[in-house]
């Protein structure tokens, strides 16, 4: 097979692929208990109240608008969604 991009002119044609990934420096991750403490602590305290809330309903329970304003919660998100189970499940492991 004839590879593609540059005709076929030498082993060169790889070479861009693999030096625009090494361009690119490794992303740093944070934990939500960095990024924001209180969001964690509300995910905690509303995993110990009685009945035991699942963890889509504790995410749902973050999303909510949380003074009288109705200003959105910070529970959402980037693309304005409530946190799913396994994001709520790493807050409170964290």
Request: charged content about 25%; glycine content about 10%.
């Amino acid at each position: 097979m004839r590879p593609r991009g540059n005709g076929g002119a030498g082993n060169d044609w790889n070479e861009a692929s693999t030096t625009k990934r090494d361009d690119y420096a490794p992303s740093q991750s944070h934990s939500y208990a960095e990024r924001d403490p209180a969001l964690v602590a509300k995910a905690k305290e509303l995993s110990a109240q009685r009945p035991r809330l699942s963890l889509r309903e504790i995410g749902a329970e973050l999303a909510k608008p949380t003074d009288k304003q109705g200003k959105i919660g910070r529970g959402l998100t980037l693309n304005g969604l409530p946190f799913s189970a396994s994001a709520v499940k790493s807050m409170l492991l964290s």
